[in-house]
């Protein structure tokens, strides 16, 4: 299991499975905290993309969130940061679109290939949105 939620003095809300949310700070104030404690936060740039059709509802954009954790979940980072919704229109049928990147929390300054991030916990169980 990942030790950086609790080692920051992170609280988390339970979301879906095993994983969290943090609630009470914005990503600036999330990272400031982790680089002051002396941890890195690594942005993935590779962007997941869900959509779905009707209008945005909270039910609606956790079963997106739901289903981008689901694609990510292979990779073995330990967050997840949700970077956009935008709701949109097409002949007048709204959809909504949701975008998200993973995030990865670790002490050493050099991202953790697959391999290590899989065997020191970095999986769906120890981690936070």
């Known amino acids: 299991m990942s030790e950086w939620p609790q080692a920051l003095g992170f609280a988390g809300e339970p979301y879906s499975g095993n994983w969290s949310v943090v609630k009470t700070l914005d990503c600036v104030a999330i ?32 079963q997106a ?8 979940g292979t990779q073995h980072f330990n967050g997840l940061e949700v970077t956009g919704i935008a709701a ?27 391999a290590t991030r899989r065997s020191s916990g970095a999986h769906p169980a120890s981690n936070r949105v």
């Open 31 to 62: 990272e400031r905290k982790i680089r002051a404690a002396g941890w890195n936060l690594f942005f993935i740039a590779s962007e997941v993309k869900v959509t779905f059709f009707g209008v945005i509802g909270a039910k609606k954009l956790r």
């Open 88 to 114: 949109r229109r097409f002949m007048g049928l709204p959809y909504t679109i949701v975008t998200a990147h993973s995030r990865h929390v670790q002490q050493d300054c050099y991202l953790d290939g697959i």
């Open 65 to 72: 969130v739901d289903r981008i954790l689901s694609k990510i």
